[in-house]
C-alpha cells in the first residue's frame, strides 16, 4: 500500500468573539488542510494555522512546502512506515514547522483510519474527553469581568485571562476577573510576551500581594529574553509557563538548563507534530517540568490531534484547547466537539473528520 496523493485545502472562517493578545487582533482563521490520501481512497488530515506574529508560518508558504516538497517526497511512499515517513519530513526541510505538522498530523490520521481505531488509541491512550481552558480576550477590566461570567456560565472553570498589553492596568484587570467569578474558578495569566521583565515581576508580586491566586503565568517576557524568564522566575512565587520561548528540544533544554521556567506550553505548529510534541513532553517530564498543550487559532483538524496526544500522554495542568469553540462556524465536517470545558473526542477512526470533499464543500472567503 502506498501514499497515492497529498493535497491542500485553504481554510477561512469567522470567530464569534474577536480574539486579542498583546501580540494581535483577529476576527477569523486562516488556515491550511493537508490531506495525505492512500491508494484505497482513505484520507487522513493535518492543519497548519496562520499565526504570523508567533511561528511566522502562513497558508500561503505552507502550502508552497507541502505541494513543491514535502507532497512529493512522500507520493508513492509507504504510510504503514510511520515513524520513518515522520522523520524524513522532519528532515526535509529547515523552519516551517506548520507545515511539518499538517503533514505529520495527517499522516498520524491517516495510519489510525487504516487500523479503524481512533487517534487516541493509535497514540497509546482511551479516553475519549479531555478537558480545556477558555481563552479571555484582551480588554478592559469591566469587558474581561462580564466575560469571565459568561464563561463560567457556559461551564468553564479555568480561564486564562490576555494581559500583557498595558502593565499598569493588568492587576485591575485581574482583580475584576477574580471578584466576577469568586473563589472557585481558577485563573491563569498569558501575556504572549507584553511586559520587562521588571513590569512582570512587579505585576505578578502585585497580585500575590492581593491575594488574587493566579494558577500560573504565561510567556510574561520576550521569547528570545531567556535569561529575563529565568530572573522573573527567581523572583515571583506564581509558576510560570514558558510558550513562545519553546519551539523545539533545543529551546527546551535551554530553559530546563538556565531553569527559566516551571512549565512548557507544547504546540504541533510550533514544534513540527506529534512526534516532536511526544519527545518535548517526555523531555519536560523527565526534568521536573510541567506541561501543558496548546492549540493556535485552528479548526477542529488541528485541536483534534492536540487533544488526542493529551488524552493519550496526559498533562500536569489542564490544558490550551479551546480554540474550535471560538469558531463562528466549522470549516470541517466531524471531529471534536466541545461540552463544557470538555473536548469531546469522536469514536471514530482517526480525527473523525468525514472526507476531503466535505472540506473543500465547507470551505469559504
Known amino acids: 500500500m502506498t501514499i497515492a496523493a497529498v493535497r491542500t485545502h485553504r481554510l477561512s472562517a469567522p470567530l464569534h468573539t474577536p480574539f486579542v493578545t498583546a501580540l494581535r487582533r483577529t476576527t477569523t482563521i486562516e488556515t491550511l488542510v493537508v490531506e495525505v490520501v492512500d491508494r484505497d481512497g482513505r484520507s487522513g488530515f493535518g492543519e497548519a494555522p496562520q499565526v504570523w506574529q508567533v511561528t511566522g508560518a502562513s497558508v500561503a508558504g505552507s502550502e508552497a512546502c507541502v505541494r513543491e516538497l514535502l507532497g512529493p517526497m512522500l507520493t508513492s511512499r509507504n504510510p504503514d512506515d510511520l515513524v520513518a515517513r515522520c522523520v524524513e519530513v522532519d528532515r526535509a526541510v529547515a523552519g516551517n514547522e506548520a507545515a511539518k505538522a499538517a503533514v505529520d498530523v495527517a499522516l498520524h490520521d491517516l495510519a489510525a483510519r487504516r487500523l479503524g481505531v481512533p487517534l487516541v488509541r493509535l497514540l497509546g491512550g ?46 485591575d484587570r485581574v482583580r475584576a476577573v477574580r471578584a466576577a467569578v469568586g473563589p472557585r474558578i481558577r485563573v491563569r495569566l498569558d501575556a504572549n510576551q507584553g511586559w520587562t521583565p521588571r513590569e512582570a515581576v512587579r505585576v505578578i508580586r502585585n497580585i500575590e500581594d492581593a491575594g488574587l491566586d493566579v494558577e500560573l503565568v504565561e510567556q510574561p517576557v520576550h521569547r528570545a529574553d531567556l535569561d529575563g524568564l529565568a530572573w522573573v522566575s527567581d523572583r515571583v512565587s ?128
Open 126 to 171: 482511551t479516553a475519549l474527553t479531555v478537558p480545556t481552558d477558555v481563552t479571555l480576550a484582551a480588554g478592559e477590566a469591566v469587558d474581561l469581568a462580564s466575560a469571565a461570567r459568561q464563561r463560567r456560565a457556559d461551564g468553564f472553570d479555568v480561564l486564562k485571562l490576555k494581559v500583557g498589553t498595558d502593565a499598569s492596568g493588568d492587576l
Open 238 to 365: 506564581t509558576p510560570i509557563l514558558a510558550d513562545e520561548s519553546v519551539f523545539g528540544v533545543r529551546d527546551l533544554v535551554e530553559v530546563i538548563r538556565r531553569r527559566a521556567a516551571d512549565l512548557v506550553n507544547v504546540k504541533l505548529a510550533k514544534c513540527g507534530g506529534l512526534r516532536p510534541a511526544r519527545t518535548l513532553l517526555d523531555l519536560a517530564a523527565a526534568h521536573g517540568v510541567g506541561t501543558v498543550v496548546g492549540s493556535m487559532m485552528e479548526s477542529q483538524v488541528g485541536v483534534g490531534a492536540a487533544a488526542s496526544l493529551v488524552a493519550a500522554q496526559g498533562t500536569t495542568a489542564v490544558s490550551d484547547l479551546d480554540a474550535a469553540w471560538w469558531l463562528a462556524w466549522t470549516p470541517v465536517r466531524g471531529g471534536v466537539r466541545y461540552e463544557g470545558a470538555t473536548v469531546v473526542l469522536p469514536d471514530e477512526p482517526g480525527l473523525g473528520i468525514s472526507s476531503a470533499t466535505e472540506v473543500k464543500m465547507q470551505t469559504r472567503g
